[in-house]
């Protein structure tokens, strides 16, 4: 893992498509270390205690954790640096209302064309924050 202090967090429990993710921005972004939480429960402790510079959240319950709890995991102040990438309409509605950044929902049949525009989006932000 990169010692960068700026990160990307992944909150997606599809283990396949976080793991693309994750190598593909390695691969794009080398300075940036790219995590993955796979629950929210760890997302919620990775915001508190290193909030990333970028997240990127699907945000649909499961067994590791409740609508409300994946809402939750990210502090109000973080949610404009979020990228949703549900195919859920409740979830980016919900993820639009808290001030997220414009999704890019997965294709999961087209995975790594889609990890190819999320990336270009992940650009885009990063590059915007700097300017600031």
Known sequence: MSSSKRSILIIEDDSRISRLTRDYLHEC?????????????????????????LIIWDGVPNERGTREEYASCIPEVLWR????????????????????????????????????????????????????
Do not use: Y
Not at 29 to 47: L, Q, T
Not at 96 to 123: C, I, N, S, T, Y
């Open 29 to 53: 972004f080398p300075g940036m270390r790219v995590e993955i939480a796979g629950s929210a429960a760890k997302a919620k402790a990775i915001c508190q205690q290193f909030p990333p510079a």
């Open 81 to 132: 640096k979020v990228i949703p990438i549900s195919v859920d309409e409740t979830i980016l509605e919900f993820a639009k209302q808290r001030g997220a950044l414009e999704p890019v929902p997965k294709k999961v049949d087209m995975a790594h064309a889609w990890v190819k525009e999320l990336a270009e989006r992940v650009r885009v932000a990063l590059s915007s924050k700097k300017k600031k």
